[in-house]
């Protein structure tokens, strides 16, 4: 079955401007998490989704945001971006159900870099 | 506050010989542990898991040690192959939660030497 799909793969933007991910999941999947992944810093958890509510979210501020639309599909939108913003944005899906075995399939990512 | 925490940044190994990857946690509510390998331009992919009940679990080539009480964990390769350079990621996961929250570490790149 097709894996998870992101879009766009490489962005450039300017400081100021915002951004909108777009992340497909497996099919079947319903839980779509997101991830910042910088060098130094690893995979940093930024929020999930299932069922198109946001269950769990990370330390980061309030220009990052995400939603999740009723086919599973997600998009996370970063607002008056920053330098430091750049990075690759990742996206994982999974079943959901909770008390199984945490595994995540990831996307290849969207990098972003913010000049 | 990093909770999983991957103390090398790299590490290089020559072809055949093992590979020894580590891993430290802080927060003991973490009860499943996962290692992901990251190719460059490509999402992370699992690799192997272990659950706390457990001291070893053992894949192929692969095998995961967890250490409770010293809050350690580390991957072992054996014999390691140029196709397994890569970034390692250690994470943990609270079965108990109603989530998917991943904590990872930063991360260990393995450069595998023929």
């Known amino acids: 079955k097709a894996g998870v799909t992101q879009t766009p793969r490489y962005l450039i933007k300017t400081r100021g401007q915002q951004v909108t991910l777009s992340c497909s999941p497996i099919s079947g999947h319903r839980s779509v998490s997101w991830y910042q992944q910088t060098p130094g810093q690893g995979l940093q958890f930024l929020f999930e989704?299932?069922?198109?509510?946001?269950?769990n979210k990370g330390n980061f501020p309030g220009r990052f945001s995400g939603r999740q639309f009723s086919n599973s599909r997600s998009e996370m939108n970063v607002s008056t971006l920053e330098l430091g913003d750049s990075a690759l944005y990742l996206c994982?899906?999974?079943?959901?159900?909770?008390?199984?075995?945490?595994?995540?399939?990831f996307g290849e990512g969207s990098r972003l870099t913010v000049l | 506050d990093q909770q999983v925490k991957q103390n090398s940044p790299s590490l290089s190994v020559q072809e055949g010989r093992i590979s020894i990857l580590n891993c430290d946690y802080t927060?003991?509510?973490?009860?499943?542990f996962l290692w992901y390998k990251k190719y460059p331009a490509e999402g992370p992919t699992f690799l192997i898991s272990i659950s706390s009940i457990k001291d070893k679990n053992e894949d192929g080539r692969f095998t995961v040690f967890l250490n409770k009480s010293a809050k350690h964990l580390s991957l072992h390769i054996v014999p390691s192959q140029p196709g397994d350079s890569a970034v390692y990621f250690c994470?943990?996961?609270?079965?108990?939660?109603?989530?998917?929250?991943?904590?990872f570490g930063t991360g260990t790149l393995l450069a595998v030497q023929p």
């Open positions: 994470a943990a996961f609270a079965l108990g939660g109603a989530t998917n929250k991943l904590i």
């Open positions: 994982a899906s999974s079943s959901g159900t909770s008390g199984i075995t945490g595994e995540l399939f």
């Open positions: 989704y299932f069922s198109e509510t946001q269950r």
């Open positions: 927060n003991s509510m973490f009860d499943y």
